[in-house]
């Protein structure tokens, strides 16, 4: 009787497990047939390719960004150092070496421990290729039904990759295709994100950092969880002792190294230049747009282009501090002057402006609220981060504080070329990418002030104005201009001076400048600025002698270069070349510049030596007094009506620098001319940056350069006293109380 119970009970047992057996033959089967979706073929495996991030390389072969939807740089299995293969090895899967692909041995023991004895802490059991083939097929559906089906599929595809790959290749392609979390793929990019140093230079401790992180890219983030971190890289290298990679002494010796990172995030907002970046990935979107229409593939994300710029990264960074130190201490100084009286504080209709210009504002309006309910709506405090110069600050505040606390913020755009051929050397859009996207140097039109008037005076003499001709300083109402009066900054009674054409410019005389175009004539000044570069409208107004017209930044860059390219005005370009993946170069992109002169050698240098005087004894004399540079420098500055921007232009013979400073909200202004003068706001930028150039021998080359010496007859031309004052019989029938009144002369 118990026989018989007993041999009924095997038949059952038999049959199940042969039941589970021909169930378990037939799932994998349909999975094998594709009835839980395709698998990929072994054509398919061997011929598939990487989505490689794009590189933005400076000039001087600095990494400084990259384009991406995934932040992957492959690399080869030779720049791959052997310790670093060996501690994947170790930690991950020590059978790699003897296995196909699937460890039976090891995934036995996870299903029985995990199945049986539910134990969640036994591991994946998944070997380095079933990995790999996770990283290149995805698991899409997370559901716990679906556990089974996506571990065969990988088991099968792994299969598949042990049979088209060598084992070299598949830890190749892992490592190039793994996260590392904070969408980072691959060792190359984990390697430079977390030690700043290519896979080839890592050291063995730094690898088993990286090689760690792979069971909990977040838990043993080094960046977030350091100590964590450490004690995993420890544990990799006892692996490696285990498995007969790394010696016990010399495990020993390497776990008393401390973690030490180099982080550095190639994210879009942060890190050098990030509005050369910004400009630059523009620019090449259309490039690739253009390459593409003639039958190309290009996907500035996914190709792995490489492209080369003009852009110095020491000089960048140098610029970047230079203006951090003086728009801090400048933006205290503005506020100061309007102190408990500002207009972001006092004027409602002002901020109620700025408040309906923001996109929340816009959004709630599309949602058919009222005006009220927006207010209230806006007006709800809650918790968020407000940054200012001294960093980050996490505050109670509704969404019109932000505003009215952003409104305040002086801005600025600076930008360095060459002036022989236009490479820009250095790019500054604004203060903070991540706050302020819009970019000054490419973005902006803004009126330029007196930084014009070298383009008047540059006119006046091509129609053959000499440069001592003396014009009267004496404020003029001209009647066929409504009335218009230009007059000159500060006190100073000029009712009977007049000032040459050199001393005129140097200390940036309006009512004089006014006179020289009336002189020379509105239309040969503009044609002049045509020549010169200008490519943006300008007014046909004389008062575009003060400079009303509106002018990019990196316009006016390529406008000033041709008085040190030989009167030739060149178009200021970022990419000098692109190549892909393998460094096949795919374009090379030449200087432009004008094919002609714009103005005589003659003018060329009188304009200098006149440009000289304003930072020698004229409205940049600060350079020389303050800053105490010595260097070959000539150049301007300028402010426009009521304080609103002020400018800085500085020519040397290798180098123009342009730099405006002012507030996006066109309302707002310097609350005086003594702080927001050109020679105040703007100037100490590049006075700053060039002081530090300067203590770099490497710079010399720029730094050092002379102008040419100009000719006698030029030294000659200009050999006159710079203010006349009227004769005695002039200011006896002149009445300094009452302004002179005259038709201006639109001469052509």
């Keep these: ?324 130190k003086h728009m801090t201490k400048l933006q205290t100084s503005f506020e100061k002057s309007y102190g408990k009286n500002a207009p972001w504080i006092k004027n409602k209709k002002l901020v109620e402006k700025a408040v309906r210009a923001i996109p929340h504002y816009k959004k709630l309006l599309q949602n058919e609220l009222s005006t009220s309910e927006i207010w209230d709506s806006l007006s709800q405090k809650r918790t968020m981060v407000l940054t200012d110069w001294s960093g980050d600050k996490t505050v109670t505040a509704s969404t019109i504080d932000s505003v009215q606390h952003y409104m305040k913020f002086l801005n600025t755009g600076a930008i360095a070329i060459n002036p022989q051929t236009g490479a820009v050397i250095t790019w500054i859009g604004g203060i903070d990418f991540k706050r302020f996207k819009f970019d000054h140097v490419a973005q902006a039109r803004r009126q330029v002030g007196s930084t014009f008037k070298p383009i008047v005076y540059t006119a006046a003499l091509e129609t053959g104005i000499p440069p001592c001709a003396y014009f009267s300083a004496r404020e003029v109402a001209y009647e066929n201009l409504k009335g218009w009066s230009p007059s000159n900054s500060g006190n100073k009674d000029e009712t009977y001076l007049n000032y040459s054409m050199e001393e005129s410019l140097s200390k940036s005389v309006n009512t004089v400048a006014v006179k020289v175009l009336e002189a020379t004539g509105l239309e040969n000044v503009l044609n002049q600025a045509k020549k010169m570069g200008v490519f943006s409208e300008l007014p046909k107004q004389p008062s575009v002698a003060l400079g009303t017209g509106e002018i990019y930044l990196n316009e006016l860059a390529g406008v000033y270069a041709s008085y040190v390219n030989e009167g030739k005005a060149v178009l200021p370009y970022l990419i000098k070349s692109i190549s892909d993946q393998n460094d096949s170069i795919l374009v090379d992109f030449d200087p432009k510049r004008a094919k002609n002169r714009a103005f005589s050698k003659q003018t060329e240098q009188i304009m200098l030596e006149m440009m000289k005087s304003t930072i020698n004894t004229g409205t940049a004399k600060r350079i020389r007094t303050t800053y105490k540079l010595n260097n070959a420098i000539a150049g301007k500055t300028g402010t426009t009506q009521n304080n609103k921007d002020a400018w800085f232009v500085a020519l040397t013979p290798k180098l123009v620098h342009i730099t405006w400073v002012g507030l996006d909200n066109h309302e707002i202004g310097f609350k005086n001319t003594s702080l927001g003068q050109g020679a105040n706001a703007a100037l100490p930028i590049f006075a700053s940056w060039y002081q530090q150039l300067n203590k770099h021998r490497e710079f010399d080359d720029i730094t050092k350069a002379e102008f040419e010496k100009p000719n006698p007859f030029v030294l000659d031309q200009l050999n006159c006293e710079p203010v006349k004052r009227d004769g005695f019989f002039k200011r006896l029938f002149t009445n300094p109380n009452k302004k002179k009144s005259k038709k201006f002369k639109n001469k052509r």
């Design 1 to 324: 009787m118990l026989k018989r119970i007993k041999s009924k009970y095997v038949k059952y047992l038999l049959l199940t497990v042969g039941i589970f057996f021909v169930v378990g033959i037939l799932f994998v089967s349909s999975i094998y047939l594709g009835a839980w979706g395709k698998l990929p073929g072994k054509n398919e495996l061997a011929s598939f390719q990487y989505q490689r991030a794009s590189e933005v390389y400076t000039a001087d072969s600095v990494l400084i960004g990259k384009y991406y939807l995934y932040d992957r740089q492959p690399i080869g299995y030779t720049q791959m150092p052997q310790f670093l293969l060996d501690a994947l090895v170790a930690i991950e899967d020590e059978r790699y070496y003897d296995h196909s692909g699937i460890d039976y041995p090891s995934f036995l023991r996870v299903g029985f421990k995990t199945i049986l004895m539910q134990d969640r802490s036994s591991g994946g059991g998944s070997t380095i290729t079933q990995q790999l083939a996770k990283n290149l097929y995805p698991r899409r559906e997370r559901k716990q039904t679906n556990i089974a089906v996506n571990k065969v599929k990988e088991m099968i595809i792994a299969s598949r990759l042990e049979d088209v790959f060598s084992k070299t290749e598949i830890l190749t392609h892992y490592l190039n295709t793994v996260s590392f979390g904070d969408n980072t793929f691959g060792i190359e990019s984990a390697s430079l994100k977390f030690f700043n140093k290519k896979t080839s230079q890592l050291h063995i401790e730094e690898a088993s950092v990286l090689v760690g992180m792979l069971k909990a890219t977040y838990g043993y983030n080094p960046r977030v969880y350091p100590k964590k971190s450490e004690a995993r890289r420890n544990l990799v290298m006892k692996s490696m002792v285990k498995n007969n990679f790394l010696s016990e002494a010399e495990k020993d010796s390497l776990i008393t190294i401390p973690l030490k990172l180099n982080y550095r995030k190639y994210d879009y907002t942060d890190g050098l230049a990030p509005y050369f970046r910004e400009e630059v990935r523009k620019k090449l979107i259309k490039w690739v747009k253009s390459e593409n229409e003639k039958g190309s593939e290009y996907n500035i994300y996914t190709s792995g282009l490489k492209i080369y710029t003009t852009l110095n990264s020491k000089m960048q960074v140098l610029a970047e501090e230079a203006m951090k």
